[in-house]
């Protein structure tokens, strides 16, 4: 069996920081490109930022220069380091990557339960 887990959510005025952190366990052989994904009320899930194993990184438009992505391969960890926050990063963040698991035979996509970011004053 295999999860992530994030924590590092929580309620934040605008102009702070917070950090996500995300960890993967099970019988874990490799894992493909780390990403945060974010789900606002009423709206789409969409990409926030991802890692490759090789440390690649993307970022939407919408976060460039206020988020940074990291992932430590030896502890299957990602984290997501959030400053200068706005009342418009307010939403639910999910952690997601590819996982293959040891006598796996293909990776397989697993997402986090999600943590509960909140910018307001």
């Known amino acids: 069996q295999v999860q992530l887990v994030e924590s590092g959510g929580g309620l934040v005025q605008p102009g702070g920081s917070l950090r996500l952190s995300c960890a993967a366990s099970?019988?874990?052989?490799?894992?493909?490109?780390m990403k945060w994904f974010r789900q606002a009320p009423g709206k789409e899930r969409e990409l926030v930022a991802a890692?490759?194993?090789?440390?690649?990184?993307y970022y939407a438009n919408s976060v460039e220069g206020r988020f940074t992505i990291s992932r430590d391969n030896a502890k299957n960890t990602v984290l997501l380091q959030m400053n200068s926050l706005k009342p418009e990063d307010t939403a639910v963040y999910y952690c997601?990557?590819?996982?293959?698991?040891?006598?796996?035979?293909?990776?397989?996509?697993?997402w986090g339960q999600g943590t509960l970011v909140t910018v307001s004053l």
């Open positions: 890692i490759s194993s090789g440390g690649s990184t």
């Open positions: 997601n990557a590819p996982i293959l698991l040891f006598r796996g035979y293909k990776y397989l996509e697993v």
């Open positions: 099970g019988s874990i052989v490799s894992i493909g490109d």
